[in-house]
């Protein structure tokens, strides 16, 4: 390729590559070739002065090749470009790669094709091409007049050459010689020409130029052109007109046009002084109109997009890379305050304002553009001089130039620090909202569009009794929560706000508990919508109002038939008055009758009013309370919870709950107190207060815990009842080898004929199966031993092994195989080894069972331990005839039993230890499948110590 540079230069030159420059000639201005031009000194006669370096001189051709503003080129034989420097770019409108893609004689027109061609057929034979001209196509489809001089380069198949753009000197000569514009209408197709006379007047006009003024070629000759430029422009016309170009040089500008039909069109303007006629102009028009348009509308795009930033707190950058120079729009000021005046817009000035904390990540992000691993998109905080901190996002793309060499990274950076302030905010809020809503005493819940719950809240757990996990994804009709007689009702209700006819609404009715109790409710409604008005969802506040309505129902009992008495029997008033005070008596009763203390307390947190005969959870009498504090009778530790809760309680105007332990009669007394706010005459605000003992309660849910354990110890016996046939099976075994060696070692020292190492063998046998029978009899009374469950680290490993050594003392146990599958690592949960124990022995006896009606050696009860992220899951598989799909879904409903003889508690205590261990247990059964029962509990991931039952309940 330096040859051909070198070459190429010569053509420039005028020199003849290969036979040398001709007869060379000197003057006093240097040296000449024949035909007078100058020539620079060769490689032997330049002085030591002159001398320069191959690598300084290829760098020279190089910046002559990339810089010349002639066309400079090498072709091949076949016709192709195969080398081309920028300035074809600028004069045809072509890239290199669209040059190089085809051959040149594509590109000429198709008059001058012929001539081109004789020309090549010269230069194979190295007859060099002087002042060749013909027309070459722009990329617009517009024609540029090319003056060549081309040389073939010895010994090779190239040519170089060199042109130059003659378009306006042949325009000029046509137009001098009283050439008739029609002649250069071909040349262009967007152009539209005129000739003016000195008073500006067109002489002649193409037709392109007519259409543009839209009229008629003959209808535009002897018009001024200055009558169609728009009132605001002519007076900037009549100076371009008049201005003088030294050398006849071609000057344009751009002007608004007044058609005689249609808008205005903005023509850009290129003037030609015409030598030898005095005072007449060369005129070119082109339409820009689009471009202009085009242009204004990126201006206003890019005016947006900057008032964008600007009002986002940011701008937009680019930064070399080479020469380390960044150019800043809208910078430094919003995102990177810069009092000092010391930012340069350096990538170090622009790396310090970084938060240290993010400097490592935002070097690392920028290394990754640049070396094309990954976009140039992330968050990071600044650091301002006053120590304060902004979050910032920056978005940016790495510019290389068709060679990939890198040029610029450009990119667009805003303050976003309002924006995460607020969305932390928002989060803070909904957490805070959500903490609120789970600690009111009105239960809430979420339907989704199907009316299916998709929130249960914890309240909503206390009111009806089922668990969020049990009734979340159900629909209000599948939970038969609401009574039968409500059921018409409630699903108008639902009706009302599915259809979207109401937003809220507001129903009382009554509903089921889980254990079947009909309570009265009171449901507050509303269709929660998003900013199109389109449902999300419907929430739901709720709470127990059986109380009131029971009282209600009660008041408005007494007061119909206190009406209908004294409507009935105006003659007996005294009668009247005397059923008034009874019902009155009666209604008094009912309140003294209601196990919680209620009583009224003023702002101040005083007693006011006692609606009970006695004091629950407080020390002193009911006539001794009107009138005290309420903090000078509860524990003095428990003072600060009241106080908060009390003014919570006014100032939120929501009821509050609060627990505390009262130590009268040297006892201990857990109390529940409930604060209801409530209005007198609708402005002053008091509180209803409402404690009960929990003692007995208490007492209760501890005397249910003990007979659970006692339960399932009877179950345990009940288990080893059935087995007792087993049991004495495989104890006769180890007994009956015991009896057998005692009696042959006997025999063998009566006979005086024996060795010592043979009884030594047989008193090891007898060892075995004495620790044999002793390490069943151990398992046995351990699995019997009743205790209360002490819960620690079990080792599943462990429980597993035992269950299945006590599942094959079954009788049933006989011909089923019971593989164990388990992980190598040994795995500890948190719960009582001997409940554990028990479940796995329940359910290998259970599938055992369904076996035992089967026959042949493929009959199977297999173990399967699986450890998964956080839970441990066990797995007891049969291949037997499977459960009947009618009473699968019963197995765990206590006295559920398909055994004549079974008592249905198997499955449900084993479900009620699972549970107590924060586990599952659920079942799957087909009929060609068999059984399996999976139980599912948490892996113990610390070290904990011991903990009692009750502590761990």
């Not at 669209?98 to 034979?125: G, K, M, W, Y």
């Not at 919003?334 to 400097?359: A, K, L, N």
């Not at 620090?417 to 607020?422: A, H, N, S």
């Not at 399932?712 to 060696?741: C, D, K, V, Y």
Request: net charge negative.
């Amino acid at each position: 390729m330096g040859t051909i540079r070198h070459d190429l230069a010569r053509t420039v030159c005028g020199e003849s590559p290969g036979d040398g420059v001709g007869n060379v000639v000197n003057d006093d201005d240097g040296p000449r070739d024949s035909r007078g031009r100058f020539l620079a000194p060769s490689a032997g006669s330049r002085s030591k002065d002159m001398a320069m370096p191959d690598t300084v001189h290829d760098d020279l051709l190089q910046t002559l090749f990339e810089a010349s503003p002639d066309l400079l080129c090498v072709s091949s034989s076949d016709g192709r470009f195969r080398l081309v420097n920028p300035a074809f770019t600028a004069v045809l409108g072509y890239t290199s790669e669209e040059l190089t893609s085809q051959q040149f004689l594509n590109l000429v027109h198709p008059d001058d094709r012929d001539r081109t061609s004789a020309e090549i057929v010269s230069l194979s034979i190295e007859t060099p091409t002087e002042r060749f001209v013909n027309r070459y196509r722009c990329k617009d489809g517009s024609y540029r007049w090319l003056e060549w001089r081309a040389r073939a380069i010895h010994g090779t198949q190239l040519v170089s050459a060199v042109a130059r753009d003659v378009t306006n000197r042949v325009l000029t000569r046509q137009l001098a010689s009283d050439i008739d514009l029609t002649a250069v209408q071909s040349d262009s197709v967007f152009d539209g020409i005129a000739r003016l006379d000195a008073e500006g007047r067109i002489v002649h006009s193409t037709p392109v130029l007519a259409r543009m003024l839209t009229l008629m070629t003959q209808e535009l000759e002897g018009k001024r052109l200055l009558d169609f430029v728009d009132l605001q422009d002519q007076d900037d016309f009549r100076g371009f007109l008049a201005k003088a170009d030294p050398g006849n040089a071609l000057s344009s500008a751009t002007f608004l046009f007044v058609p005689a039909i249609g808008s205005r069109r903005r023509l850009e303007i290129r003037r030609i002084v015409i030598p030898s006629h005095s005072g007449e102009l060369l005129i070119i028009a082109r339409d820009v109109t689009e471009q202009f348009m085009a242009e204004a509308k990126q201006q206003q795009s890019e005016d947006r997009m900057r008032l964008s930033l600007e009002a986002a707190g940011g701008g937009t950058w680019a930064w070399d890379p080479v020469r380390n120079v960044t150019v800043w729009d809208g910078y430094p000021h919003p995102i990177f305050p810069d009092r000092s005046g010391t930012f340069q817009g350096s990538y170090e000035d622009f790396i310090s304002r970084v938060h240290p904390e993010d400097r490592d990540m935002v070097n690392a992000r920028v290394r990754e553009a640049l070396d094309g691993r990954r976009e140039y998109d992330l968050e990071f905080r600044t650091l301002a001089p006053d120590g304060s901190e902004r979050i910032i996002a920056d978005r940016g793309r790495v510019v290389r130039d068709e060679h990939g060499r890198l040029l610029q990274m450009t990119g667009v950076c805003w303050d976003i620090t309002e924006r995460v302030t607020t969305s932390r905010e928002l989060a803070e809020a909904h957490r805070r909202l959500s903490l609120h809503l789970e600690n009111s005493p009105l239960a809430h819940v979420e339907w989704d569009r199907d009316f299916r719950v998709v929130r249960w809240s914890r309240r909503a757990e206390e009111i009806f009794g089922y668990k969020a996990d049990e009734v979340r994804g159900k629909s209000w009709r599948e939970l038969n929560i609401v009574h039968q007689d409500d059921l018409a009702s409630v699903a108008k209700a639902v009706d009302e706000l599915l259809s979207g006819r109401v937003s809220s609404n507001i129903s009382h009715n009554r509903n089921y508990r889980r254990d079947g109790k009909a309570i009265w409710c009171e449901w507050y409604n509303s269709v929660l919508t998003d900013d199109d008005g389109n449902m999300v969802s419907i929430l739901s506040f709720t709470h127990d109002i059986t109380r009131r309505i029971e009282m209600e129902q009660a008041y408005e009992s007494q007061r119909e038939n206190l009406a209908r008495l004294v409507d009935e029997r105006a003659s007996e008033l005294r009668e009247a008055n005397r059923q008034v005070e009874e019902n009155e008596q009666l209604l008094r009763s009912v309140l003294l009758t209601i196990p919680d203390f209620v009583a009224r307390i003023d702002r101040d947190g005083r007693f006011v009013q006692i609606f009970s005969d006695r004091v629950v959870c407080l020390s002193g009498t009911v006539e001794d309370l009107p009138g005290t504090a309420v903090r000078d009778l509860i524990p003095i530790d428990d003072v600060d919870e009241f106080d908060l809760a009390f003014a919570t309680c006014l100032s939120n105007n929501q009821a509050v709950d609060f627990e505390y332990v009262d130590h009268r009669d040297n006892g201990q007394h857990p109390c529940r107190v409930q604060l209801i706010p409530f209005e007198i005459d609708g402005s002053q605000r008091e509180v209803l207060w409402i404690s009960a003992d929990l003692t007995e309660r208490r007492e209760a849910e501890k005397n249910i815990r003990q007979l659970t354990r006692d339960l399932q110890h009877a179950a345990r016996l009940s288990t080893m009842g059935e087995m007792a046939g087993g049991i004495a099976h495989e104890l006769h075994q180890p007994l009956m080898a015991i009896t057998n060696f005692a009696n042959g070692t006997r025999l063998r020292l009566e006979s005086g004929h024996f060795e010592v190492s043979d009884l030594i063998q047989v008193s090891r046998k007898i060892n075995d199966e004495a620790l044999r029978a002793g390490e069943i009899t151990r398992r046995i009374k351990q699995f019997l031993r009743k205790h209360d469950p002490q819960f620690g680290p079990v080792d599943i490993d462990q429980v597993i092994s035992d269950a299945v050594e006590l599942a094959r003392i079954s009788p049933n146990a006989r011909g089923i195989r019971i593989p164990v599958e388990r992980p190598e690592q040994p795995i500890r949960v948190w719960g009582d080894a001997t409940q554990l124990t028990q479940v796995v022995v329940n359910l290998l006896l259970n599938a055992m069972d369904a076996l035992s009606h089967q026959t042949g050696s493929w009959r199977t009860a297999s173990v399967v331990v699986r450890r998964l992220a956080k839970t441990v899951e066990i797995a007891v598989m049969d291949n037997g005839p499977g459960i009947d799909p009618e009473n699968l879904g019963r197995v765990f409903d206590q006295f559920f039993t398909t055994k004549p003889e079974g008592l249905g508690l198997g499955l449900a205590i084993s479900r009620s230890i699972v549970q107590s261990h924060s586990g599952m247990i659920s079942v799957q059964s087909s009929r060609y499948d068999g059984t399996t029962f999976t139980v599912s509990l948490p892996i113990d991931t610390a070290s904990h110590g011991g903990a009692t039952a009750e502590q761990t309940e």
